[in-house]
Antibody, heavy 119, light 111 residues
Framework: EVQLVQSGAEVKKPGESLKISCKGS????????IGWVRQMPGKGLEWMGI????????RYSPSFQGQVTISADKSISAAYLQWSSLKASDSAIYYC????????????WGQGTLVIVSS | QSVLTQPPSVSGALGQRVTISCTGSSSNIGAGYDVHWYQQLPGTAPKVLIY???NRPSGVPDRFSGSKSGSSVSLAITGLQAEDEADYHC???????????FGTGTKVTVL
């Protein structure tokens, strides 16, 4: 069974750093693109970027370029999303998602990680 | 960021048919890129409902159907059920942005 299991909720202060994770199982982790999607409170879905775990080829959506870092460790089938300096506006639910193929649809989603940034 | 426009909300009585539109442009839907639909039940992660404009993954009831015409696509739900109350999002690719895009999202309410 394919699963994407994300790390737990985080409460951080503005200016702090954070790295959240997404661990895949039940399939060949290196052969599917993984994407990160943001959902701000009461809002729609936004693509942040994608990574190919086999070679860590990473593409960022323009709105998120320079704001976050996406990485992967194929040895442990994990993908990561990190911030070096959080802002209150980063408060949201973040989903990792497996793409059926590049340019295609998401066939599996993680359960989401809630990030709250508040002083 | 959204360049796919959906109505904010649609509603219908139990058993009725509702449709949700997803309107794009010549750089995404009009350029021939596939559109996919996701259902997001309250407090849960989205799940794919329709992929490649009109295909249903196994396990998705045939009450859900997708269609495409020009730069617009639609999701239809026939025989509306209480459990269909959710947010629905369309998704495609845009070649001018060189990026994946989601629609603005539609909340379906069952009356």
């Amino acid at each position: 069974e394919v699963q994407l299991v994300q790390s737990g909720a985080e409460v951080k202060k503005p200016g702090e750093s954070l790295k959240i994770s997404c661990k895949g199982s039940g399939y060949s982790f290196t052969t599917y693109w993984i994407g990160w999607v943001r959902q701000m409170p009461g809002k729609g879905l936004e693509w942040m970027g994608i990574i190919y775990p086999d070679d860590s080829d990473t593409r960022y959506s323009p709105s998120f370029q320079g704001q976050v870092t996406i990485s992967a460790d194929k040895s442990i089938s994990a993908a990561y999303l990190q911030w070096s300096s959080l802002k209150a506006s980063d408060s949201a639910i973040y989903y990792c998602a497996r793409l059926r193929a590049r340019g295609s649809y998401v066939d599996y989603w993680g359960q989401g990680t809630l990030v709250i940034v508040s002083s | 960021q959204s360049v796919l426009t959906q109505p904010p909300s649609v509603s219908g009585a139990l058993g009725q048919r509702v449709t949700i539109s997803c309107t794009g442009s010549s750089s995404n839907i009009g350029a021939g890129y596939d559109v996919h639909w996701y259902q997001q039940l309250p407090g849960t992660a989205p799940k794919v409902l329709i992929y490649g404009n009109k295909n249903r993954p196994s396990g998705v009831p045939d009450r859900f159907s997708g269609s495409k015409s020009g730069s617009s696509v639609s999701l239809a739900i026939t025989g509306l059920q209480a459990e269909d109350e959710a947010d629905y999002h369309c998704q495609s690719y845009d070649n001018s942005l060189s990026d994946y895009i989601f629609g603005t999202g539609t909340k379906v309410t069952v009356l």
